[in-house]
């Protein structure tokens, strides 16, 4: 139960954490509850293999498109 009220919150905490503003950037990881950090990484991650897979994509359309001007 204990366990619980704790991820209550810090659920509770993450809502009414405020994201820091672009040019006060200096000191994210001091001022960002570390379960925002958490996500951001998770997104971070995310993003990052998403675009790996559209580079892929792109890549495989470009050598289909190459072999059909051969033809």
């Known amino acids: 139960m ?5 991820l209550w919150e810090s ?10 503003r672009k040019e ?3 000191n994210i990881e001091q001022q960002a ?3 925002y950090l958490r996500v951001a990484a998770i997104l971070e991650e995310c993003s ?3 675009a ?3 580079r892929k994509i792109e890549e ?3 050598r289909r498109y190459k072999e059909s001007q051969n033809i």
């Open 52 to 54: 790996q897979q559209l």
């Open 24 to 26: 006060n950037t200096t």
């Open 48 to 50: 990052e293999h998403t």
């Open 2 to 6: 204990a366990e619980l009220v704790k």
């Open 60 to 62: 495989k359309e470009d």
């Open 33 to 35: 509850p570390p379960d």
């Open 11 to 20: 659920q509770v905490q993450l809502k009414e954490a405020k994201i820091p």
